[in-house]
């Protein structure tokens, strides 16, 4: 098979347009299980309604779509942890001076901070402005209970790792950015038998990207059914209800996503952000279609190195580490969300409550993985922190789904953007890779 022939970002757009209607013609033909003694949707674990039996839903929805979704989203997570692993450890071998290491983090942490400050700051300024909440129906979807929260110490505590196998077994990226980091400036130290170490993770990471690639041929299929099961099966009548929140956390992500962030990489590199944004459509699309910026590593990683020309050495740090703590969209929701609740519940918020959601939402981030309704869970502890009750959080669920895909596109953008930052900064952005004209193929 001649890989450098498949067009694969035109095969996805198809495939998302493709679900989309399908999930939305079968969306018609099933209904939501309610109980009987109380009139409530049945919710899943995730707080999510559930589907009444029937052979569109069992075999359908919930049997062959649920498959090939599965597939593909456990087939590409499943390459994230040694992919992390093999890529930072070559990249941070790779420095020169492994002094620099500390700057690049250092820059790179602040930059990642800034940029969510900045993101849930235009998201309450957008609120407090619009006010969704106001004159909002009731639309709440009983039985939500909150989840577990984290506290900001364990967050830090939680970077080291107590074995690393359980790390890369947990798939704590954290704790794995950590350790490779810790192995690689070992491997340097470590002479001649360092180096025999590290040609072995040179070749095991071109074996790995190739896995990539092998994975992403399956993303039309998979993309295809996952915007078909999200499409029939969430509750997006709720939509109606709930449409001053739900346009205005979208929009502010689009301005986000295409204001901001062109504007810094601009100001910052001087590249060219249309550039920037053709060559990351594939990531985009892949975050968007598995609402996991996790997930979607492997893909931003492609992107940020072979087509955006940031070196190995840059990217294998801030792309995980992005996807790990850099969540700008999901910043946006939760400053949405909570200016939202609070007028909806009647309760003015003082400056200094605002101030500590952007502090709160800003820390929170660093502690949650990257995946599908984190942002929920981190929302619970925003809302707490200020004294809204969490369980108002059931409002905004039923059309969480989709402003999560839009969010976690808007998430990987901002890692690329300041990956390109970085690894410019550093002399380590490629300018006549990021320049070279591009090809919608899977091999670039
Ligand atoms: N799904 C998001 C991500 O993976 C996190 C969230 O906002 O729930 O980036």
Known sequence: MDLHKIKLTRYILIAMIGGALTGLVLSQFVDFAVNPETG???LDSKNRPILEHSFLSDYVINGFFQFLSEAFIRSLTALVVPLVFVSLVCGTAAMDDVRKLGTVGLKTILLYLATTGIAISIAIIAALLIKPGLGVEEVEMQGYVPGETKSLLNVFINIFPRNVGESLVDGNMLQIIAASLV???????????GQRVLNFFKDMNEVIMK?????????????FAKIAQVFAKEGFGTIFA?????????IVLL??????????????????PLVFFKKLRNAQLFAFSTASSNATIPVT?????????AHNKIASFTVPLGATINMD???????VATVFIAQISGIDLSITQYLTVILAATMASIGTAGVPSAGLVMLTMVLGLVGLPPDKIGLIIGIDRLLDMIRTAVNITGDTTITCIVANSEGQLDKKVFNRPFEDEIVS
């Open 242 to 250: 709930l449409a001053k929140y739900f346009v205005l956390v979208a």
């Open 40 to 42: 409530n949707a049945i």
């Open 301 to 309: 990683l492609r992107a940020a190195e072979q087509r955006l020309g």
């Open 329 to 335: 969209g999901t910043a946006i929701m939760q400053g």
């Open 183 to 193: 192995f690689g400036i070992a491997l340097v130290v470590s002479g001649e038998n």
């Open 255 to 272: 301005i986000h996503a295409f204001v901001v962030y062109p504007t810094m990489l601009k100001i910052f590199t001087g590249l060219n």
């Open 211 to 223: 896995l990539v690639i092998i994975v992403m041929l399956m993303a039309p299929f998979g993309v």
